[in-house]
């Protein structure tokens, strides 16, 4: 069975070059969002084994949207953070959230997340 991911992040060409790499190495694309509430919404429509999230989301929190996220459904994806930036520089707020682990978006790829989520039971 594949893994159904939600991309959450505020730049579109990101978006879409995520779900064609992911969609190519067999993970299932379900939703994409650019902002809290859509994300919230797909979760509850979609229900993703996973979640891609940005760390900076624009004008919004990528830690806050992934707490957001987790509480309150009844079966949370698994939240991957996701940046350009170093994990280093946000190490403390990784380990504080309720993310699975963080990925670099350089790093993206199928075989990490399926790592990731082996990893995480």
Partial sequence: ???????VDDNDHFRCA????LEGEGIAVVGM?????DALRQVDDARPDVALVDIDL??????????RLVDGHRRPPHVILI??????????MIAGSPAV???SKSALSGAAIR??????G
């Fill in 58 to 67: 624009g004008e919004e929190n990528g830690f806050e949207v992934a707490q």
């Fill in 18 to 21: 995520a779900r064609a790499l």
């Fill in 101 to 103: 682990a963080f990925l």
């Fill in 83 to 92: 940046s350009t930036y170093e994990e280093r520089d946000f190490e403390e």
């Fill in 115 to 120: 790592e990731i989520l082996q990893e995480a």
């Fill in 33 to 37: 969002a650019a902002a809290s509430d």
């Fill in 1 to 7: 069975m594949a893994i159904r991911c939600l991309i």
